[in-house]
């Protein structure tokens, strides 16, 4: 700590020598001065003044300022620097020929760490020094790790977004999808697939929760989809994988219960079938034929909440028997099909229940034609006002007529 940078402002020039020579004799060599407050913002670099201007500012450990100047006082100049992101936790211990509390309480409430009063004592003032560079250490620190978790917690997000799917545009389907995150990451994840020429699997997941541990239960969950949704065509059977997962993974594992919401549907384009299951999730939107719209409704609980039922597959029975099952939504089409999935984030964002939530997306459903269109009117006024208290993510679908 005696390399520490101490810059000195007081706009007595005796005073500022006798600190200067106090603290040199302490074993502090590396000492500036400033004979007021508006000298030492321009040394600091928030303001051009004089001898400074142009130059790169010097970096500070600690200011011992007076608290009482001509033009500014040691008080403003401490509220100057706490407005400034990169000093405001630079720590000012104030000196003060005034020892009335209220000057004190102003000091410290305006951003001292700390104060002295006049005359300095020796012992006292590098008492007060060597306790706050301690802590502008111990904050150095914390802010450099803060930094790094952010930079880890960056990279994370775009690993995650970089699993997303990118839109699917071709003659017979277009399938879109879009993000917005409450936190750096999301416990929120979309994907489609092609099982076949013909046949394309989609699903939208809404794990529990927020942030770091969310975002964890996610990507395992998108490990394991591709291989299910091309394995299965069943969205049955996707909603009974998923539920398998959770359930071994995190509760008989860890003991702790995690749980996700889910809409999974597969579009056959041959036969103009759309079979769809939702585990505890919002209801989605169906539109055929430009009819009336159709509920995407739960039909069975969240996966993870319960042990799997009995499904055999070929020849092999998974799980137990305690997860309620119910036959798949089976939709079919004659001319065309628009499809929108949205998670939880979308009804919160909106303040109204499920029901009134899927009445007004029915009527964009009506309105706009291309899935990038649904995308767009839905997500980009939420994306200009950018405050949000949960994540949402949405998946817009379009079979267009012949």
Request: proline fraction near 6%; aromatic fraction near 6%.
């Amino acid at each position: 700590m005696k390399k520490s940078h101490i810059l000195v402002v007081d706009d007595d020039k005796v005073f500022r020598c006798l600190i200067t020579k106090i603290l040199n004799r302490a074993g502090y060599a590396h000492i500036s001065t400033a004979s007021s407050a508006e000298e030492a913002l321009g040394f600091l670099g928030l303001i051009a003044s004089g001898d400074q201007k142009g130059q790169k500012p010097e970096p500070v450990d600690l200011i011992l300022m007076d608290m009482l100047m001509p033009g500014m006082s040691g008080i403003e100049m401490c509220r100057c620097l706490q407005q400034d992101e990169q000093l405001r936790f630079l720590p000012v211990i104030m000196v003060t020929a005034e020892d009335r509390r209220e000057y004190i309480q102003e000091a410290l409430d305006g951003g001292a760490v700390d104060y002295i009063v006049k005359p300095v004592e020796a012992v006292v003032l590098q008492a007060r020094l060597r306790v706050a560079l301690r802590l502008k250490k111990e904050m150095d620190r914390r802010i450099r790790r803060e930094m790094e978790i952010q930079q880890q917690l960056h990279l994370a997000r775009r690993l995650q977004e970089g699993l997303m799917p990118g839109p699917l545009c071709n003659p017979e389907i277009a399938i879109t999808g879009a993000a917005l995150y409450s936190e750096k990451l999301t416990g929120d994840l979309y994907y489609w697939v092609q099982v076949s020429p013909l046949c394309y699997g989609v699903i939208l997941v809404d794990v529990m929760g927020h942030g770091i541990p969310s975002a964890l239960v996610c990507m395992s969950i998108r490990s394991l989809l591709a291989g299910i949704m091309t394995y299965s065509r069943d969205p049955g059977e996707v909603i009974q994988e998923l539920n398998r997962h959770m359930v071994q993974l995190y509760r008989k594992r860890t003991g702790t219960s995690y749980y996700l919401t889910a809409v999974c549907l597969f579009v056959d384009l041959e036969k103009r079938q759309i079979t769809c299951v939702s585990a505890g999730h919002p209801p989605g939107i169906c539109l055929i034929d430009d009819g009336e719209p159709v509920l995407l409704e739960s039909s069975c609980p969240p996966v993870g909440m319960m042990p799997a039922v009995p499904v055999v597959r070929r020849g092999a029975p998974l799980g137990t028997d305690r997860y309620i099952h119910t036959p798949p939504l089976v939709l079919h089409y004659q001319h065309s099909a628009k499809i929108l999935l949205y998670t939880d984030g979308l009804v919160d964002y909106c303040g109204q229940s499920y029901q009134e939530t899927a009445k007004v997306l029915a009527r964009v459903l009506h309105e706009e034609r291309s899935a990038d269109d649904f995308v767009d009117y839905i997500m980009e006024p939420i994306r200009v006002r950018q405050r949000i208290t949960d994540d949402i993510s949405l998946i817009a679908m379009n079979i267009p007529g012949p």
